[in-house]
């Protein structure tokens, strides 16, 4: 019975710190409808700083507190909202959470940069202090810790409803213009919440600190638990989230206290917040479609079936000749980056065509790993049902939370990524924990790809393959069905669409278009093992992808290439490690509001430099608009403008959902009207 105490109570101070941090995510996502996921990383970075301030720089602990959480975390939270996250809650959830995973990844380069790893600690508040209860030894850090938490909880329910700053926070996401009408400042409200929600995180970090160590990725990632607590509370109740933060630290040190520490339960302890937030997610009400929404996205071009052969064809007798003419080691990069990039391909099918953001993209090319080296059938047949397999992978992740969309659905991913890297992944069906896998090359018609320079460029034709297969999918019906589900849910749920099983088969098909390039990756390593896929990489994958151009193939190849040739490029210059990851993450803010990314804009270029050598083309293009597109004579819309449908000829299109324009230059999809 004494232990039980101890435990609960070394839990409750846990979840106090747990709910520190989650009460500034629910009070950045209640004002400004923006979730944080780099909420832990800016934690992470101020916890350096309180360290730097106070051990380096000599600076006495009361006055480095103060300056860490009344000057720096205000000042970082203001200029975060003013510059980077203004408006993001008014678009897509795909925008907002692409935009805070570049933040999350820059500001890990940036720690890495400014403090290169080494050995660092962080005493707890007044090390000496502690009392006796009963068999448990309480210190004053444990006490202030929960104190905190007390003071935080009382401080922000007085704050959003008993002040009128409280209500303008408030307000400035119900009704920013009502506000502005009665005087108030929606964009000072915002900035306010903000800064207050960065100081949190500040004092959540340093008060975790002295438990998990000055680490970067261990303070960033811990943050899980505080969305798990978030969620709890639907990301708008403080007590339910505070409630649900006591309850995820108290179980986890019952977790520690009384589950076995080897075997399959010794695997569930470091997964409890993961599957925290996953059933919490799956118990999550169902998503309400937004009314009168009206939503377009100018997207990448869609080129002509020949077009699309001919670059194709020009990639494969490309990569022919540097496979021939570069080292063994250039030509198994070659082959890491066709990995990555028909990962990409299948982001380009959910999130650029789909809509959805996927957090556990290259944990299904694990599975497809996983299934390939298991099967033991390195031919056709075993690729084939490793896809197969992760696509029923893919079904069952999104079965669960068949009701939700957007921010759910995207966490729910990204709990599941969670829990294949540190349970089923190290199970000994699976990979064994710190195990790997021997697999075999594969075989075509009885035939081995023995040579590497033979299976990298098999790998390329594959990546070939489903480029096309995608091209061809988007161009046709199906295709825009994606887009008016995409761009128009409650439109296309009025015309009575059954969004749920369309969105399982959309996450299934992608699943196993990742779960095929990890069966590849298998054959092209020879071993494989869970370290090859961690959930981390996902998050890199996603970035990548929507830097490059996550609507288009072309975006695909080049952040495929960009993420192989990234570690290259650390290694070579290892103190420079950092700051490639600080300049990935902060260029992936900069570019991550346009899906279309990097590519997009080479496209454009192209297009000026035809006009300018080859004039002419334009007009005889357009004169082929009929054969290509089907559809005719619509404006080229901006975002979020309606334009009128004129003529429609293709009898598949939806009616008053979305005007398609398609042509070898520019995709255009405008929503005429959307009813609910």
């Keep these: 019975m004494s232990a039980l105490f101890s435990f609960t ?14 009460s500034g995510l629910v009070l950045t996502y209640t004002t400004t409808r923006v979730f944080n996921i780099a909420h832990g990383a800016f934690g992470m970075v101020l916890a350096f700083t309180f360290w730097d301030f106070t051990q380096r720089q000599g600076i006495p602990t009361p006055l480095g507190l103060l300056l860490v959480l009344g000057v720096v975390a205000p000042a970082i939270g203001f200029v975060i909202q003013r510059f980077v996250t203004r408006g993001l809650g008014e678009g897509p959830v795909s925008v907002a959470l692409v935009v805070t995973v570049g933040l999350l990844v820059g500001l890990i380069g940036l720690a890495q940069q400014i403090w290169p790893p080494e050995p660092r600690v962080l005493l707890p508040f007044f090390p000496e202090t502690g009392w006796q209860v009963g068999s448990t030894f309480i210190t004053a850090h444990q006490v202030i810790t929960i104190a905190c938490s007390i003071a935080v909880a009382g401080g922000l329910y007085l704050l959003l409803n008993r002040t009128r700053v409280g209500t303008a926070m408030r307000a400035s996401v119900d009704n920013p213009d009502l506000l502005r009408f009665f005087g108030g400042r929606p964009d000072t409200a915002a900035a306010l919440a903000w800064a207050i929600g960065m100081s949190l995180a500040a004092l959540g970090g340093i ?83 937004r009314i009168g929404q009206v939503k377009g996205i100018v997207a990448a071009p869609v080129p002509s079936v020949r077009r699309s052969v001919g670059w194709g064809a020009v990639l494969l007798v ?86 939700l969309t957007g921010l759910y659905l995207a966490l729910s991913t990204l709990a599941f990524a969670v829990l294949m890297d540190k349970m ?135 952040g ?23 300049v990935l993450g902060f260029g992936a803010v900069l570019l991550g509001r346009d899906p279309n990314g990097i590519a997009n804009n080479l496209f454009t270029l192209g297009r000026r430099l035809g006009a300018r050598f080859a004039p002419g083309l ?36 939806l009616p008053a959902v979305g005007a398609h324009r398609r042509d070898d230059d520019v995709h255009t999809t405008v929503l005429v009207k959307e009813v609910g």
């Design 9 to 22: 109570l070394l839990g409750l101070f846990t979840g106090a710190a747990y709910a520190i941090m989650a």
């Design 207 to 289: 008060l975790l600190t002295p438990a998990v160590g000055l680490d970067y990725y261990a303070l960033t990632l811990l943050v899980i638990n505080a969305y798990a607590a978030a969620m709890l509370g639907r990301l708008k109740s403080l007590p339910l989230t505070f409630a649900g933060a006591m309850g995820l630290g108290v179980l986890e040190s019952l977790a520690v206290a009384y589950l076995p520490t080897d075997g399959f339960w010794s695997t569930v302890r470091p997964v409890i917040p993961a599957l925290f937030l996953f059933a919490i997610v799956v118990g999550m009400p169902q998503a309400q479609l």
């Design 318 to 403: 490309g990569a022919f000749v540097v496979i021939g003419a570069v080292s063994r080691a250039d030509v198994l990069l070659i082959g890491v980056a066709a990995t990555y990039a028909m990962v990409m391909l299948s982001l380009v099918l959910l999130t650029g065509y789909g809509g959805h953001v996927s957090l556990a993209q290259f944990t299904f090319a694990g599975v497809g790993a996983l299934a390939y080296a298991r099967l033991d059938e390195p031919n056709l047949l075993g690729l084939g049902l490793a896809a197969l397999i992760t696509a029923a992978v893919g079904a069952l992740v999104a079965l669960p939370v068949l009701r």
């Design 424 to 558: 089923i992944f190290q199970a000994e069906f699976a990979f064994r924990f710190n195990g790997t896998l021997a697999t075999e090359r594969l075989s075509v018609l009885g035939v081995r790809i023995g040579s590497d320079a033979a299976y990298v460029w098999f790998m390329v034709l594959a990546f070939v393959a489903m480029a096309l297969l995608l091209l061809w999918l988007r161009r046709g019906a199906l295709g825009r069905l994606l887009i008016a589900m995409r761009d128009s849910p409650s439109g296309c749920g009025t015309l009575g669409l059954d969004l749920r099983w369309f969105r399982v088969g959309l996450f299934s098909a992608s699943a196993a278009m990742a779960g095929l390039a990890g069966a590849l990756f298998a054959g092209l390593r020879g071993t494989v093992g869970a370290a090859d896929f961690l959930y981390f990489q996902s998050l890199l994958v996603l970035l990548l992808a929507v830097v490059f151009g996550v609507t288009s193939v072309t975006g695909a190849l080049l």
């Design 560 to 582: 495929g290439t960009a993420l192989m040739l990234l570690p290259v490029w650390q290694s070579s210059a290892p103190e420079l490690a950092g700051l490639l990851f600080a």
């Design 618 to 653: 334009e007009e005889r293009l357009g004169a082929r608009l009929p054969s290509l597109g089907g559809l005719r004579s619509f404006g080229r819309g901006e975002v979020g403008s309606p334009t009128p449908a004129r003529s429609v000829d293709d009898p598949t299109a």
